[in-house]
């Protein structure tokens, strides 16, 4: 998974410092190389030797080094990363890297980058957990900054609470997931990469919101995530993404145009406006319904309860299949059903006038829905093909893996 991946490790000044050459094992172990940034104050926990046997690569210190900015500048040092990993990231990594402070090697180096960044905080927990660093950590978190940790558990100053650094094998974890979606897409005619370069594919993603007044609305559970991993897979694959959110509380995926909207309504404009594009991808879970008449003001409690009456919302997925201008040449709709699932599928792929279902059975006992794997059917006109149980991730690069396919044969 990580072989031929250059991490970029950046060792704090904490006790949890030890960890970090572990880490470098594991990483190595996994195919990635791995070159360290040491803080001076991390120097005090492990020494640079440690760190350069372990990694087999020079270790850099200073920023001002004559020798070592003749050798590789250190630009260059986070330009020739594929990762940017902090760990441990102290309290005072984090407070620089949200103020953007360059003030020695590490730091000049995070903020030097347009690389993404992995960090595994580790510190007291009345520091964790002080207003200053928790507001440093939701600005990193609204910067992309990707966090593991830190966990609950004791502590090397006695304590016990949040602020442990997570282990090096759960930060491995985290950097594989990072990478996953960086990696080259094969194509089953054996080429490569970028398989949907100079494409532009418009994905619809999380649940819509149906106002009742101005402070309720009806909503359903989506979370976004498949249609959030989907749009991610596909900027991956070099496409141009434009991704149409309902309210969802992931992040925006990067290299993602990303529309934000609440009702259904409003996703249709969105979708249009996004128009033309290659691919349309609908994977929200649109309500079906919204509130025909909604309150200008707040419906106030009275001897009776309200009753609602619902109109129908526009069809996003049958609209686009249906335009007679700017009809994407592909058009892919989702099916999660409990029962009959092929048979469902088949049926909307009909109604609905798209190319593909991506169909599967969400009924409790599959654990589909929260899981982390997947069974889907693919439904064509051409028949039914039944994948594997697969992650969910790799249900959407082999998506991917096909529609490039499709789009090829078509041109
Ligand atoms: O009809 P059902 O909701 O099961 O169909 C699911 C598919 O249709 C999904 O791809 C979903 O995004 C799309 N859809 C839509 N607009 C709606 C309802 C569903 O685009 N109003």
Redesign the pocket.
């Known amino acids: 998974m990580l072989t031929g991946k250059r991490i970029l490790l950046v060792i704090g000044g904490g006790i949890a410092a030890y960890k970090a050459l572990d880490l470098i094992r594991r990483l190595r172990e996994r195919g990635a190389s791995v070159r360290a940034v040491l803080t001076p104050a991390a120097a005090h926990f492990v020494t640079p030797l440690s760190v350069a046997a372990l990694s087999g690569e020079k270790v850099n210190e200073d920023l001002f080094s004559l020798t070592d900015e003749a050798e590789m500048g250190h630009i260059e040092l986070s330009r020739d990363a594929d990762l940017l990993v902090v760990v441990p990231a102290t309290a005072d990594l984090l407070a620089k890297m949200a103020n953007g402070l360059a003030n020695d090697l590490a730091s000049t180096l995070l903020l030097a980058t347009d690389k993404r960044t992995l960090v595994a905080p580790a510190m007291n927990l009345r520091m964790w957990l002080h207003p200053a660093t928790q507001r440093n950590v939701q600005r990193l978190r609204d910067d992309g900054v990707v966090f593991v940790g830190p966990v609950d558990g004791s502590m090397a100053c006695g304590e016990f609470g949040p602020g442990r650094m997570s282990e090096p094998l759960e930060i491995v974890g985290g950097i594989e997931e990072m990478l996953k979606h960086s990696t080259v897409i094969a194509l089953p005619n054996g080429e490569t990469a970028n398989a949907l370069r100079g494409k532009h594919v418009v994905i619809?993603s999380g649940p819509t919101h149906e106002p009742i007044d101005p402070v309720r609305y009806i909503a359903n559970r989506s979370s976004g995530r498949q249609g959030h991993a989907i749009a991610a897979a596909v900027a991956a694959a070099g496409a141009k993404v434009t991704l149409i959110s309902g309210p969802v509380t992931l992040p925006d995926p990067r290299d993602v145009t990303t529309v934000h909207v609440e009702t259904?309504q409003e996703m249709l404009e969105a979708t249009r406006q996004a128009l033309p594009a290659d691919l349309f991808i609908?994977?929200?879970?649109?309500a079906?319904w919204r509130v025909a008449q909604t309150s200008d003001n707040k419906i106030k409690k009275g001897k009776d309860a309200p009753v609602l009456t619902f109109a129908e919302?526009?069809?996003?997925?049958a609209t686009v299949s249906t335009l007679k201008q700017q009809r994407p040449k592909l058009v892919v709709?989702?099916?999660a059903e409990t029962q009959n699932v092929e048979d469902y599928a088949r049926q909307?792929l009909a109604r609905?006038k798209c190319d593909m279902i991506v169909a599967n059975d969400v009924s409790p006992a599959t654990g589909v829905m929260g899981g982390d794997e997947n069974t889907v059917h693919i439904v064509t006109a051409a028949g039914i093909e039944t994948w594997p149980k697969m992650k969910k991730d790799e249900v959407a690069v082999k998506l991917i893996a096909l529609l490039a396919q499709r789009l090829e044969a078509d041109a």
């Not at 919302?313 to 997925?317: E, F, G, K, S």
């Open positions: 619809t259904a609908a994977a929200a879970a649109v079906d919302n526009p069809d996003i997925l709709g989702f099916a909307k609905k």
